[in-house]
């Protein structure tokens, strides 16, 4: 599985970007995918999850109502839309795929098995 991010960038407070995430590899490895972010001297926290089979989504408490996790319909492709930035939203944002689990919708980077590079996110 390869998992390629883009769609990083600057931006104000209040302001929006859409991340995304270009996906191969074997499907049953993606049916469960994330975002997830680290800050500097931070541990790496769950954004946003979606499970694909059933367009199923579960969201950081942080980020809910701001935040909205999709993927194209040929789930090639993942997104973030990022509304009402915050300062406190600045990281590296990562995608990341797993095959299906029952802890699918748990924000946890332990249930997932692929990461992409990552996408550096700056709100001032």
């Known amino acids: 599985v390869q998992l390629v991010e883009s769609g990083g960038g600057s931006v104000q407070a209040g302001g929006s970007l859409r991340l995304s995430c270009a996906s191969s590899g074997a499907s049953y490895q993606r049916v469960c995918m994330a975002w997830f972010r680290q800050a500097p001297g931070k541990e790496r926290e769950g954004v946003a999850i979606?499970?694909?089979?059933?367009?199923?989504?579960n969201y950081a408490d942080s980020v809910k109502g701001r935040f909205t996790i999709s993927q194209d319909n040929d789930r090639n492709t993942l997104h973030l839309q990022m509304n009402s930035l915050k300062p406190e939203d600045s990281a590296k944002y990562y995608c990341?795929?797993?095959?299906?689990?029952?802890?699918?919708?748990?924000?946890?980077?332990?249930?997932?098995?692929?990461w992409g590079q990552g996408t550096q996110v700056t709100v001032s």
């Open positions: 979606i499970y694909s089979r059933t367009t199923n989504t």
């Open positions: 990341a795929s797993a095959a299906y689990n029952s802890n699918w919708s748990r924000l946890e980077k332990r249930y997932y098995t692929y």
